[in-house]
């Protein structure tokens, strides 16, 4: 039994939801022939970390919510590939791409301290 009360009790989980939030902050000042590329992609990517963690504490059970953290991991990884591609092409700013960057970052950390904790 995981001893949070709910996903939204998870400091990952609102790190992610934050993240989110500056993705899509950025993103809206994309080129508009990406909106269903690369702004589309990223922001799937991304929405798909909060939810995995949301989902995977709902289930309840170790083994499972261990899989659901790996996946938001495998996510957080396309949503980095994405900024820096984003900061490649000029759509990105060095600053944006820092912030986001460094988000990501201490969202990995997070991600794989929750995955530790549960391990043990």
């Known amino acids: ?56 504490q709902a289930r309840r059970g170790k083994k499972e919510f261990l899989q659901f953290l790996s996946i938001a991991q495998g996510s957080l990884a396309e949503v980095e590939t994405f900024i820096i591609i984003s900061k490649n092409l000029e759509y990105l700013t060095e600053a944006n791409s820092e912030k986001l ?7 990995a950390k997070l991600l794989a301290g929750l995955k530790k904790s549960l391990q043990n």
């Open 1 to 56: 039994m995981i001893s949070s009360r709910s996903y939204q009790d998870l400091i990952v989980w609102q790190k992610s939801v934050s993240l989110v939030s500056r993705i899509y902050s950025f993103t809206q000042f994309f080129p508009m022939e990406e909106q269903f590329g690369i702004t589309s992609q990223i922001r799937r990517a991304g929405t798909s970390i909060p939810a995995n963690i949301a989902e995977g």
């Open 101 to 107: 960057l460094t988000d990501c970052e201490e969202t």
